[in-house]
């Protein structure tokens, strides 16, 4: 799964990595995205922009808000099977950026969980593949939510969970935007695990448990924060 990850650079780093043209949202850096946040999404018609969504898809159907906090993540596997996604996954695809994200590997000796943040050995962005949906209230208020897409994991996150976000080459980014590509059979086979030989981890400081933890020192390596 994703349950938490982090995006920390300047909003013209953003925009250059994604190729943006159209920015909806006021971008201030977080250390510790939790669900239930408002987070940067990039969505394409016509053009890259880059908009605020609610982490938790909300599907249009839904008589409830809170179903939200279930939804946070949509497995790759299922996605044209499940009603929540089917529909949505052949014009409402959207991309996360990200510097990294953590996962929780539990020491069975000392029965904790200990964090670990994950991110590219050459610290580019990530694009996590996404899905998102339009959700109005009962006073008719729109919500825009989103879902982060979830696949196996590969060998390096392997270690600590079995499974992990999509990360969208920039060549499968086009791909996964384009309206136009409608048909589940074009756009699933770009939903595989990244290579783990592009990416390193390291243990991190348990203050990152806490959601309302957003320093820089969350991603600092527990040998420097201790």
Request: aromatic letters at 10%; charged letters at 25%; a positive charge.
């Amino acid at each position: 799964m994703c349950g938490r990850y982090v995006l920390h650079v300047s909003l013209s780093e953003i925009t250059e990595e994604f190729e943006i043209y159209d920015v909806d949202l006021v971008w201030v850096p977080n250390f510790n995205i939790a669900p239930g946040n408002n987070i940067p999404a990039v969505v394409n018609d016509n053009q890259n922009k880059l908009s605020a969504f609610h982490w938790g898809l909300i599907p249009s159907w839904s008589k409830d808000q809170k179903v939200g906090f279930r939804m946070i993540n949509a497995r790759a596997e299922t996605l044209a099977q499940k009603p929540s996604f089917s529909r949505i996954l052949k014009t409402q695809r959207c991309i996360i950026p990200a510097s990294g994200f953590y996962e929780w590997h539990t020491d069975e000796e000392k029965k904790t969980k200990i964090p670990f943040y994950f991110h590219l050995k050459s610290d580019r962005l990530m694009g996590f593949a996404g899905l998102y949906d339009l959700w109005r209230s009962p006073s008719g208020k729109i919500i825009k939510s989103c879902t982060i897409v979830t696949t196996t994991a590969n060998e390096l996150v392997g270690q600590y969970h079995n499974r992990m976000p999509v990360i969208l080459e920039p060549e499968k980014r086009k791909i996964w935007l384009d309206r136009k590509v409608d048909n589940p059979a074009n756009l699933l086979p770009l939903l595989k695990p990244f290579s783990s030989k592009e990416m390193e981890v390291y243990e991190v400081s348990k203050m990152v448990n806490s959601p309302k933890t957003n320093t820089p020192d969350c991603i600092k390596p527990k040998r420097d924060s201790a």
